[in-house]
Every structure is written in structure tokens, then in C-alpha cells.
């Protein structure tokens, strides 16, 4: 995991997060802003349970369900965007200011490659359009095993 609390527009998106709140009559509170903080510095996938562990470093004393609500809330607010949702557990990643891409992952280390590839984007489109849909997103994810434990042999766990 990739940690870097330095963020340009951390400010940006914390006044998302708190016009998100102030629309739902809901108050932005330190730990709400400790959690969305220590979100921004992670620059990888994050599970909702490694996000604690990171928060907790931060500050002891917020607790779990305060970190996994205030996920939820970073993901409706347009901040954090669910990735891989294979059968392990749903990681999130930031989506604010961040462009659309898919996801390829290993199902035996659980390692995420993000790419882009306007050919499948291109046929998504005829797609929507074939059968009279308005885009609003989606989501890919391609399972395979990566190359490192395609060489050790690897099995899904």
C-alpha cells in the first residue's frame, strides 16, 4: 500500500465531502476528516478494513464502524469508487477528479492492474446503444492469474 498524506486537492475534496454531509443534514466531524484524509494518502486499492488499520495509526481512538460508515458516505459523496468486488473483500479506490478505467485481478495474489483500452470502451458504447440504453458507467473487472504466480505455479486459494 501506497501512503502519501500530500495530497493538492485534498482541500477540493474534503469540500465535496462536506457539501455531500451539509446535504443530508449530516456534520462533518474530525473523524470523518481523519478518515477521508488517511483515504487520500493511500494511492492504491483499499479494503474498508486496511483503511482502519491505516486510521488507526493516525488516531487510536476512531473506531471501525466509523471508518466503514464513513466509506460508505466517501462513496456516495463521488469520492471513492468500489473496486473488485471478487470473493474476497470489496476494496474502494479514489474516484474524485480520477478517470474511468477497468480492472484486471489475480485470483491467487489478489494483486489489481488498472488499464484503459478504447476498444472495449468503444464496444461497450454499441452496447448501450444496440439496446437503447443512456450510459451512465460501468464497471469491468477481467480475473486472471499474473504473470508472478503463473510462474510459481499458483492455484486459487
Not at 473496486?83 to 489489481?112: F, P, Q
Request: contains cysteine.
Amino acid at each position: 500500500m501506497i501512503f502519501n498524506m500530500k495530497r493538492a486537492d485534498a482541500a477540493t475534496e474534503l469540500s465535496v465531502l462536506v457539501d455531500y454531509l451539509q446535504g443530508r443534514d449530516l456534520k462533518m466531524t474530525r473523524p470523518r476528516q481523519t478518515v477521508l484524509e488517511v483515504f487520500l494518502g493511500i494511492e492504491a486499492h483499499v479494503t474498508a478494513e486496511e483503511l482502519y488499520d491505516a486510521v488507526r495509526k493516525v488516531d487510536p481512538s476512531i473506531g471501525q464502524a466509523t471508518v466503514f460508515r464513513t466509506v460508505r458516505l466517501l462513496e456516495e459523496a463521488g469520492l471513492a469508487r468500489s473496486a473488485c468486488r471478487d470473493d474476497g473483500a470489496r476494496s474502494y479506490e479514489h474516484a474524485y477528479r480520477h478517470k474511468h478505467h477497468d480492472h484486471l485481478v489475480c485470483v491467487d495474489c489478489g494483486a489489481i492492474v488498472e488499464f484503459r483500452e478504447a476498444e472495449i470502451e468503444r464496444a461497450q458504447a454499441a452496447v448501450y446503444r444496440k439496446h437503447g440504453f443512456e450510459a451512465t458507467g460501468h464497471s469491468l473487472e477481467l480475473f486472471g492469474r499474473c504473470p508472478a504466480c503463473r510462474r510459481k505455479g499458483g492455484t486459487r486459494a
